[in-house]
């Protein structure tokens, strides 16, 4: 698994007034397909905290806005590791109709200590899990 694609159907609330996605619901989407990605590599976040005593937060973003989504699109939201170092994943991620980009961007999440709310390194479980998938997709 290189990338974890999410389907997202674009609902009246996520829009503005202008009738277009409301730019921050973005980062939401995107918050929702690394969640997926993590999932789908057989991993909980609630499980990560309680058994490995880890959280993941956001360190960075950046993010391009290239085309508008409006109520009742249907997008798919992709989530793939570019970089890695021993606290951090870096994913590149795109939020696509069909097979047009509306908004890509770069997010750095940071594994912290759930007590001390620290960095600290990500459990060596995931990057096994994380190295297994890589590796299968080449």
Same mark, same amino acid.
């Given at each position: 698994?290189?990338?974890?694609?999410?389907? &997202?159907?674009?609902?009246?609330?996520?829009?503005? @007034?202008?009738? %277009?996605?409301?730019?921050?619901?973005? /980062?939401? =989407?995107?918050?929702?397909?690394?969640?997926?990605?993590?999932?789908?590599?057989?991993?909980?976040q609630?499980?990560?905290r309680?058994?490995e005593?880890?959280?993941?937060?956001?360190?960075?973003?950046?993010?391009?806005?290239?085309?508008?989504? &409006?109520?009742?699109?249907?997008?798919?939201?992709? @989530?793939?590791? %570019?970089?890695?170092?021993?606290?951090? /994943?870096? =994913?590149?991620?795109?939020?696509?109709?069909?097979?047009?980009?509306?908004?890509?961007?770069?997010?750095?999440?940071?594994?912290?200590?759930?007590?001390?709310?620290?960095?600290?390194?990500?459990?060596?479980?995931?990057?096994?899990?994380?190295?297994?998938?890589?590796?299968?997709?080449?």
């Open positions: 698994m290189s990338e974890s694609v999410l389907p &997202i159907r674009i609902y009246y609330e996520d829009t503005d @007034a202008g009738g %277009v996605v409301y730019y921050a619901n973005y /980062l939401k =989407f995107m918050e929702r397909s690394r969640t997926e990605w993590l999932r789908e590599l057989g991993f909980e609630d499980a990560l309680d058994e005593g880890i959280l993941f937060a956001v360190r960075s973003v950046q993010v391009d806005y290239l085309r508008p989504a &409006i109520f009742n699109d249907q997008l798919a939201v992709s @989530a793939k590791v %570019v970089g890695q170092r021993g606290v951090s /994943l870096t =994913f590149y991620q795109e939020a696509r109709r069909a097979d047009e980009v509306l908004c890509r961007g770069h997010v750095t999440i940071v594994s912290i200590d759930a007590r001390t709310m620290r960095p600290r390194r990500i459990p060596r479980t995931v990057m096994e899990r994380l190295a297994l998938a890589t590796e299968n997709n080449s």
